[in-house]
């Protein structure tokens, strides 16, 4: 009978579970090794091999006699003892990130499950041990420039906060009409310790750009004594930049260059000259030693910003960032990365024309509606004052010839107003294609559809070509009516005056409505000189009190605005 005392020989695995001495921290004896289940589960105890002779390779470990179950009698600590803690091998946390929207999966995915973007999710190692991140050099960067104890915060009343602040003197002035253009994007000034980041092409002119701004500041700032205002560049030299400013003709005493792509370098090199400002161009070349990684990649970008972040707030000093932007028009990096900055702004324009556009995408300190104009000169970037004709073709000066497929929309963004050429090509052949250039294609196919629906155009068997002049991008449905009467306009090969404007969104069932603001936009188009404005027939009740020299047809719907806009007299 077998009794609790006679049990039959066990592996050596069974009887005294690894884990069991990892747990309590034991010590295994250097001759001890696993029976095979035991090395599938926690693999082979490599460091015993060159002891092992050939005879003894396969030799099933069961003999209790040799490797004698280890007592609280035996715990010796001579050279057949391996501590288990201490060969445990250093631990490497591995993540994966989407490279695209910065969403951490937890493990690798085709198609990221946040923003769908295929092969985006990477794998991440970072050592656990000795890593150094953006808040640890930021964090020692400010408080070396910081007077001893003035970094530390305590709360304090609302009162407090807002005594002796005045909101005009706050914000860090931008002089003349460049800087103005882009005081207005930001809000009305640069804020101390804010951090922006400027977005774009590559080639589009972000450089020129934050070379220019970095200029303005340094004259708005002149008058503060030894203010400066210090542009680093990771991507040219200093002589390359200095070239570019000679052929821009800044000569500001204000403005000083330097060149480096180490966060650390430059957060330390800078600091004998205590700029008032700090432009870093580009976030993607930057990077932080001991981070996982070269510049650019997620890790990187993402300890390179923060680290940015918590030197402009402890310092207070403001920090202008340039960011490329990938193929699908998001600033590379992280998506995190526009979560972290306080103001995002895209420069943007066709690389065949000379407009710029900076448009503000996140605001913490004003609104996400502005947009600067700018038009790329040899001198670098002029603000365009009187934008709103800017984004009409030569057809629609006076005096030109008139062509079929072109209507003019009116879209405000921001505080301004511009007029918008929107044109189309209608053409018959044997394949039917749809291509939209500045418009939502799904808002085009829409409308294509309720002509067709609605207005009983025969569009089936046509191609359709739309384009927006000038690389503007319309996102407004005010531009609705205008690509309707386009369509029209090529269609039926009708040419529309150019001294007409349309105004309103179309709905499914081919009805007009009214926008937002349209007396201002019918007083614009009055005020540029055209005669005549099509309204929806509900917009006139906000037009009734207005006095201008314009004739307004309102329409109910398409087939009545088709009557009467293309019915030949
Ligand atoms: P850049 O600022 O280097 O672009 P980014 O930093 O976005 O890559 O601008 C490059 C373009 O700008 C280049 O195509 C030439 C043009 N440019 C001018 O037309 N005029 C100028 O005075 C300057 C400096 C650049
Ligand atoms: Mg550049």
């Given at each position: ?14 009887l005294?579970?690894?884990?069991l ?29 060159e ?37 445990k091998?250093?631990?490497?946390k ?15 995915w ?11 999710v ?13 808040f ?17 915060m ?18 860090i002035?931008?002089p003349?009409?460049f ?52 542009y ?28 480096s ?9 800078i ?32 300890e ?7 030197f ?12 490329h ?55 670098g ?19 030109s ?12 963004e921001g505080?301004?107003?511009f ?22 294609a ?23 070509f ?35 404007a ?10 007009l409505?009214t ?7 019918v ?12 309204v ?22 398409l ?11």
């Amino acid at each position: 009978m077998p009794t609790a005392f006679s049990r039959p020989l066990q592996p050596i695995s069974m009887l005294f579970p690894r884990n069991l001495f990892l747990k309590k921290g034991l010590l295994l004896p250097s001759n001890v090794r696993f029976s095979s289940p035991c090395r599938f589960l926690f693999g082979k105890p490599t460091e015993r091999k060159e002891e092992d002779d050939g005879s003894e390779k396969n030799k099933p470990i069961s003999n209790v006699e040799k490797s004698p179950r280890p007592s609280s009698s035996n715990y010796d600590l001579g050279s057949d003892w391996i501590p288990a803690t201490k060969k445990k091998p250093a631990k490497v946390k591995v993540s994966w990130v989407c490279e695209n929207c910065g969403a951490t999966p937890g493990q690798w995915w085709g198609t990221c499950p946040s923003c769908h973007s295929v092969n985006t999710v990477k794998k991440i190692s970072e050592y656990q041990y000795g890593v150094s991140n953006g808040f640890q050099v930021s964090e020692m960067a400010a408080r070396s420039w910081l007077e001893h104890g003035s970094g530390e915060m305590v709360p304090q009343s609302l009162e407090e906060v807002k005594k002796g602040m005045n909101q005009l003197e706050w914000r860090i002035p931008l002089p003349g009409a460049f800087g103005m253009e882009v005081a207005r994007v930001l809000g009305g000034g640069l804020v101390p310790g804010s951090l922006v980041l400027f977005g774009g092409d590559p080639g589009i002119g972000k450089s020129t750009l934050l070379l220019q701004i970095a200029a303005c500041l340094a004259e708005g700032l002149g008058s503060e004594g030894l203010a400066r205002v210090l542009y680093v560049s990771g991507e040219e030299s200093m002589d390359q930049i200095g070239n570019r400013a000679d052929r821009m003709q800044i000569s500001e005493t204000g403005l000083y260059l330097y060149s480096s792509t180490d966060v650390e370098d430059i957060l330390d090199k800078i600091r004998v000259f205590s700029p008032k400002v700090l432009v870093i161009d580009s976030i993607q070349t930057v990077y932080l030693r001991g981070v996982v990684g070269s510049a650019g990649n997620v890790m990187q970008v993402k300890e390179c910003t923060s680290a940015l972040l918590r030197f402009a707030k402890q310092t207070s000093i403001p920090v202008l960032l340039i960011g490329h932007v990938t193929k699908s028009g998001d600033i590379a990096g992280p998506r995190i990365l526009e979560h972290i900055v306080d103001v995002v702004l895209y420069l943007e324009g066709e690389r065949c024309s000379t407009h710029r556009l900076l448009r503000s995408v996140k605001n913490r300190f004003g609104s996400t509606d502005e947009l600067g104009v700018f038009e790329m000169s040899e001198t670098g970037l002029q603000a365009v004052l009187n934008p709103s004709e800017l984004f009409l073709s030569d057809s629609h000066h006076h005096g030109s010839e008139v062509l079929a497929g072109l209507a003019v929309s009116v879209v405000i963004e921001g505080s301004r107003t511009f007029l918008l050429e929107i044109q189309a090509l209608c053409a018959s052949g044997s394949t039917v294609v749809r291509h939209v250039n500045g418009v939502s294609a799904k808002r085009a196919d829409m409308l294509i559809s309720v002509l067709m629906k609605q207005a009983g155009l025969k569009l089936e068997n046509t191609s359709i070509f739309i384009n927006v002049v000038s690389g503007f991008t319309l996102t407004e449905t005010a531009g609705d009516l205008a690509l309707a009467a386009a369509i029209c306009s090529s269609f039926l090969e009708f040419a529309l005056p150019n001294n007409i404007a349309f105004i309103g969104e179309v709905g499914l069932a081919g009805e007009l409505r009214t926008v937002p603001r349209m007396d201002k936009r019918v007083a614009t188009v009055a005020k540029l000189g055209y005669s005549k404005c099509v309204v929806p027939a509900s917009a006139m009740k906000s037009l009734a009190g207005l006095q201008l020299d314009i004739a307004i047809v309102h329409c109910c719907n398409l087939t009545e605005f088709i009557n009467r806009v293309f019915r030949v007299s």
